[in-house]
């Protein structure tokens, strides 16, 4: 199959301003992922908690109260109220804070992983479905010549059945609207990489420097199906369970209040004496009262949800890599069968033989070139299948967004 470079040109119409005078390149198109602008946005919010103050003070709040007996400005009492936080509020503050600091950037990351995956994705769709129309468009040729032979036999041959022509038709045409399909699909694909990456003059974007199946099945070799520690979305929720883990002790701790207040009073009616004038005053809450134990039970009914969750995105994540692992091993064995059998399968040999010979049935070379390239498409989709699931182990792997950023579609090393 002719290796051709993948380069479709679109014409838009936007102003000068906003055109680009160059091609957008593969690499180029994935290194945007960096700089969209969801993460622009989300980048104002990490700053934001990295900025904001991670102590908490022990004090909950203080009062300043005055007293007026008999409207007597000589007889006024001044206090001053001080509220404590409960017994380890204030270590368990600072550990909500420093963990939601945690939760924001984990989320910074795995928002990058999902907008990078997406271009893959996107990258994926846009060189497999031009390839694909471009085969098509190959074969629609084979099937208009097999129309027009079939006329010709028809007018030509009494004993000639009109359904071969009637059914050569059909597929003629049902193959004109699968090539509008592809190349609406193709358009689709072309203004979402550009509303993403910006309006260029052309999308280029070459399948001859794609990685092949054969290197795809060395790099997964080393892959192991454990719960990956660099896996982002497992980082994630990791941080969240341990998050909802502090603010459930966090809950607990407001309700180890047991001193509920200190108060420090000065009675102006008698200053005379020091030790009458001032008096202190302190409250106490009794353990066995708790009102918020709702709250509580809510609190850690959230943690054990969010443990939970990590605990099955943990075991699926395992399983997806070994089940993935299996289906590339296998797609791969399959492209390798297919590539092996290409060059001695019988619709190769007999093309070359019959176009060496004279007299032969057009119909039959038409039909033989049918079946070539229908063994090409059938190699190519098994070739495009293998790239989508290494996109797809990459990521569950937690390699796809590592940094450096790789792209890990090109061949080159």
Not at 24 to 53: N, R
């Amino acid at each position: 199959m002719k290796i051709f470079l993948l380069t479709f040109i679109t014409t838009f119409f936007f102003s000068a301003t906003f055109t680009k005078g160059e091609s957008l390149s593969l690499e180029h198109f994935l290194a945007t992922a960096e700089k969209d602008p969801q993460l622009e946005s989300h980048s104002e919010l990490v700053g934001y908690m990295e900025a904001s103050p991670e102590s908490t003070p022990y004090i909950d709040k203080i009062e300043f109260r005055t007293e007026t007996n008999e409207f007597d400005i000589e007889k006024q009492k001044y206090s001053l109220r001080f509220y404590p936080r409960g017994w380890g509020e204030s270590e368990l503050s600072k550990k909500i804070s420093d963990t939601t600091g945690k939760a924001v950037r984990a989320e910074h990351e795995s928002l990058f992983n999902s907008i990078l995956q997406n271009r893959y994705e996107l990258a994926l769709d846009f060189i497999e479905t031009l390839s694909l129309l471009n085969m098509n468009k190959t074969l629609l040729a084979v099937y208009e010549d097999e129309v027009n032979v079939l006329k010709k036999m028809s007018m030509s041959d009494l004993s000639f059945d009109i359904r071969d022509l009637v059914s050569a038709e059909n597929r003629y045409v049902d193959l004109q609207l699968e090539l509008v399909k592809l190349e609406n699909k193709v358009t689709g694909v072309i203004e979402k990489i550009k509303s993403i990456a910006g309006y260029y003059q052309e999308v280029a974007f070459d399948e001859e420097k794609l990685i092949g199946p054969e290197d795809i099945g060395k790099l997964i070799r080393d892959i192991q199906p454990v719960p990956p520690p660099n896996n982002i979305r497992l980082q994630y929720q990791q941080v969240k369970a341990e998050l909802a883990e502090n603010r459930y002790r966090f809950e607990v701790a407001k309700n180890r209040k047991y001193l509920d207040f200190f108060n420090v009073q000065y009675d102006a009616d008698k200053d005379e004496s020091a030790k009458k004038a001032v008096s202190i005053e302190v409250g106490f809450n009794l353990p066995f009262v708790n009102p918020d134990r709702e709250d509580i039970n809510r609190r850690k009914r959230v943690w054990f949800d969010e443990k939970l969750e990590y605990e099955k995105e943990q075991r699926e994540a395992s399983e997806n890599i070994r089940s993935l692992s299996a289906s590339l091993d296998r797609l791969i064995r399959q492209h390798r069968i297919l590539v092996s059998r290409k060059p001695e399968s019988k619709a190769e040999i007999s093309f070359k033989k019959y176009m060496e010979m004279e007299g032969v049935n057009p119909l039959t070379l038409l039909k033989i070139k049918e079946s070539i390239l229908e063994s090409d498409m059938r190699l190519n989709r098994t070739a495009y299948l293998i790239r989508r699931q290494y996109i797809e182990l990459m990521n569950i792997s937690g390699r796809l967004s590592e940094k450096p950023l790789k792209n890990y579609l090109s061949s080159e090393k």
